[in-house]
């Protein structure tokens, strides 16, 4: 994962961004956000070389980019509880 932030904070280069990054084969999803960090992007590489190479290469030179930050997901649990929950708009139900 990795947190990105833009400036200037604008529609055209929020939307310009989410794009361009959205294309890029190692970009999985993009999410936009509130608060300190503008994106997050899930990312995919074969090995750490591969993760530097697309944070020096494709991230960092961007010019709208003032500044990411990488986490590693070790694991990851998927909670399910909602899928199993009673749908509220179904026939009988008030």
């Known amino acids: 994962m990795i947190s990105v932030q833009v400036r200037p904070l604008s529609r055209t280069v929020i939307q310009t961004f989410k794009d361009s990054v959205s294309r890029l084969p190692e970009v999985l999803s993009v999410f936009v956000l509130s608060g300190g960090d503008d994106f997050l992007l899930h990312v995919t590489a ?24 990488t986490s590693m997901v070790f694991q990851r649990v998927h909670n399910t509880v909602i899928s199993r929950l009673p749908d509220p708009a179904a026939p009988g139900r008030s």
């Open 46 to 69: 074969q090995d750490l070389d591969h993760l530097h190479s697309f944070l020096l290469d494709r991230l960092s030179k961007r010019k709208e980019i003032v500044g990411f930050r």
